[in-house]
């Protein structure tokens, strides 16, 4: 499910909320923090959020790796789970199941398929940071 990033005009707490893609600029939006019904969309995406993406998106693309058979899903997970421990950062939950499965031989764009939420990234980490 999307989440979307709004500003709260009364709080001005920046909020994420889920919203179902039928929902979206649909359904009113409430502040959960204060209540508040004047809330702004936020363009675009938070940078911590962009920055997953671009990562998983990176991953997402063997070619990108170097050296790594495209074609053997195991390579790729070795790959995939070498640049994780270089992030040094926090993985999205997607991260280890999907390396799991490349071990397991599962194909990449069999994995993607199963998982729709893929990419979505992770708003909400890093909304301590401004
Ligand atoms: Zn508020």
């Known amino acids: ?46 940078r911590v959020a962009k920055s997953d993406d671009q990562r998983l998106e990176a991953m997402s693309d063997p070619s990108a790796l170097g050296g790594v058979d495209e074609n053997d899903p195991k390579s790729v997970a070795r790959a995939m789970k070498k640049m994780g421990r270089e992030m040094g950062e926090d993985l999205p939950p997607e991260f280890n199941e999907i390396t799991d499965r490349l071990e397991s031989g599962e194909s990449a764009e069999s994995i993607e398929k199963s998982m729709p939420d893929l990419g979505s990234g992770e708003v909400g980490a890093g909304d301590d940071e401004i």
């Open 1 to 46: 499910m999307p989440i979307y990033e709004y500003l709260c005009q009364s709080c001005h707490n920046r909020v994420s909320l889920f919203q179902t893609y039928a929902e979206y600029g649909v359904k009113p939006v409430k502040c959960p923090v204060c209540g508040g019904k004047q809330l702004s969309r936020l363009i675009g995406r938070v």
